[in-house]
C-alpha cells in the first residue's frame, strides 16, 4: 500500500508514534489509510450538512476495514460572492481545493480519497486532484437543496436575483421581495436548478466517479446518508482493486459526461470545469476542447427542460429517475462500456432503469431541442470561441443584429442597466472580466437578472467574463482571447455592430481584421492593482477555452 511509506519498518517509528497520538492501534497499520476531503463550512448551504455525510462515510470506510481520515478544503458560495469584489476568488478557488487535496494526500501517502463537495468550484476541484494523484477515489457530491415556494410556484436563487430588477421596475413590491427572500433557499443542499453545481455533480456521476443516482438525492434525503456509508465502504474495495481513477474516467468517459450535459442542457461553466479536469490527464491522451463540446451538442439532444431554462427542479429529474434514467434514454449516444466507481459499466448500471416521468425526461424522439444545450460560436470577436447555453435562449433571440454597449467592469455595466441607458436591441459589452482580466472570471449574474427583471427585451449581453449556471437569455460568455490577452472584444466601441448567429455557431463584429488590430493596439484598458494571491493567478491562469487552468 502507498501509506507503507508512512507505517512500515523501524525506521517508521516516528511516523506511527505520531499515528499514535491520534488514536490508531496496532492493527490499524495493516489497514488501508483513506482520506475524506470535507468541504464542510458553516457559511455555504450546500456545505452546511457536510459533516453528516463524512459521518457516514467512516462508519462505511470502517466497517469495510479501512482507516478514516477526514481532511477540510474551502468552499465558496457563488451566490453569495455575486456582483462584487469576492467573485474574483470564485474561480481561483478551484485551484486551492485542488492543490489542497493533492497537499494532503501526498503529505500522508493515503492510499485513497473520499471526495466531499457540493457546490460549483469545489466538485471540478476535487476531480482534478483525483486525477492528478490517480489513486483509488469516489466522490460523494452534497446534494441539492430542496426547491423554495413563492406564490404557489418553484422558486430559487435565480429568481430572487431577478426579482430585483422587478422591484426596480415597480413590477413587484419590496414586501413581496423579502418574501421571497425568505423562502427561496429553504436549507441545505447546492441551489435546487441545473446550475453549475448541480450540472457538475450529474458530470461526476456519469463520468463513473460516484455510485448511481448520487448527483440528484436531495441534500435533506436520508438515502444521502445511505450513499456516503456505500461510498465509504466501496472506497475499501477500490483500493483492493486498485480501481484508479486512470480505469475509470478515459476519452470515452468524458464524452459521456458532454453528453449528460448537453441533454440536460446544463451549466455553461462546464466549458471551463471538464477541460480542466481532462488536462490533468493530458499525458495519457485524452483531450476535451470546445470543439468536442460542439461536435457532442450536434449529437445529443436536449431532453429535459430544467431551471433555469425551465421549470423542473433537481428534485423533479431525481423523482423521474435521475441521471441513470437520463442515461437510459440517451443510451444509443454514448458509450455503455465505460466502467464506473461500483466496478460495472454504465450498461449494466441502466440495464433495469425505466423512465419515471417521460415530461421531464422527455423520449429521444421527442426532444426540447434537438441539439444540446450548449453551442460553440466564432468568429471575428471571437476567434478561440465562446460560449452560450443555447437552452436557455428563445427562439427570436437565436439570431441577433445590434449595437454595442460597450463596459470595462460589471458594476458599470449594471449602473447602466439600472440607469435605464440599455434599450431594446442593444448588445451589453462586459470586458476585462477573463481569467486575466478580472482576475479571476466573475459570473455576471446580476446584469443578466437586471435584465429580465426589468424586462427590457431583446438585449443580448456578450463577455470575456462568465455565466452563473442560473443564467438565461442570449448570453455569450468565455469571449475567447479575452480583453486583457489582446482579444477582439478589446477593441470594441460603442455603437459597433455585433451579429450572433447561433444556429449558424457564429458572432462577428462589423468591423475589418485590419481596424480590429488597429483597434487593439490603440486600446486603452484599464490596468488593475491585483495583490495576495489574485497576482499569482493573473500570472499563471490560462486563456478561458483552456479552462482557466494554471500554467
Known sequence: MKSDSIKKGIERAPHRSLLRACGLKDDDFEKPFIGIANSFTDIVPGHIHLKELVEEVKKGIIDAGGVPFEFNTMAICDGIAMNHEGMKYSLPSREIVANTVESVAMGHSLDGLVLIPSCDKVVPGMLMAALRLNIPSIVVTGGPMVPGEFKGENADLITVYEAVGEVSNGEMSEDELYELE?????GAGSCSGLFTANTMACVTETLGMSLPMCATTLAVDENKLKIAKNSGNRIVGMINENLTPSK???????ENALAIDMALGGSSNTALHIPAIASEFEDR??????????????????IASMSPAGKDTMLDLHEAGGIPSVLKTIESKIYTDSITCNGKTIKENIENIEVKNTDVIRPIENPVHDEGGIAILKGNLAP?????????????????????KVFNSEEESVEAIFNGKI??????????????????????????????????????????????????????????PEAMGDGPIGGLIDG????????????????????????????NLPKRKIKGWLNIYQKSVSSADKGAILR
Not at 182 to 186: L, N, Q, V
Not at 248 to 254: A, G, H
Not at 496 to 523: G, H, P, Q, T
Open 182 to 186: 425568505c423562502s427561496a433557499c429553504p
Open 248 to 254: 475509470i474516467v478515459t476519452q470515452k468517459s468524458f
Open 285 to 302: 491522451g485524452i483531450q476535451v476542447d470546445l470543439e468536442l463540446f460542439d461536435k457532442v451538442s450536434k449529437l445529443v439532444p436536449h
Open 384 to 404: 478561440n470561441g465562446s460560449v452560450i447555453k443555447q437552452a436557455a435562449v428563445e427562439d427570436d433571440m437565436m439570431y441577433h443584429k445590434g449595437p454595442a
Open 423 to 480: 434599450v431594446e436591441g442593444d448588445i451589453v459589452v462586459i470586458r476585462c472580466e477573463g481569467p486575466k482580466g478580472g482576475p479571476g472570471m466573475r459570473e455576471m449574474l446580476n446584469p443578466t437578472s437586471a435584465i429580465m427583471g426589468l424586462g427590457i427585451k431583446n438585449v443580448a449581453l456578450i463577455t470575456d467574463g462568465r455565466f452563473s449556471g442560473g443564467t438565461r437569455g442570449p448570453c455569450v460568455g468565455h469571449v475567447s
Open 496 to 523: 459597433d455592430i455585433i451579429e450572433i448567429d447561433i444556429k449558424n455557431r457564429k458572432i462577428n463584429v462589423d468591423l475589418s481584421d485590419d481596424e480590429i488590430k488597429e483597434r487593439i493596439a490603440n486600446s
